[in-house]
């Protein structure tokens, strides 16, 4: 499912996989299933996401690390 051709699909596999499990979303062309992933990953998975295109999901990481997540 992880795969499903709907990222809808995706963002809710995304919430209810593990942590080690959601590591493989990180790259998923929807940045919603991204942004989902990377609130599920451990935060020394998300380094390759400072650059994401997308500022939302940027930000999201920036939280992470820096360990200003809401």
């Known amino acids: 499912m992880a795969h499903d051709d709907a990222p809808e ?7 209810r996989m593990s942590p080690a499990d959601a590591v493989m979303l990180l790259n998923d062309p929807d940045w919603v299933v991204r942004y989902t992933a990377v609130q599920r990953v451990a935060p020394e998975e998300l380094s390759s996401l400072l ?3 997308d500022p939302d999901v940027r930000t999201a990481v920036r939280e992470r690390l820096t360990g200003n997540n809401v």
Do not use: K, S, T, Y
């Open 51 to 53: 650059d994401d295109p």
């Open 9 to 15: 699909i995706r963002r809710i596999i995304a919430e």
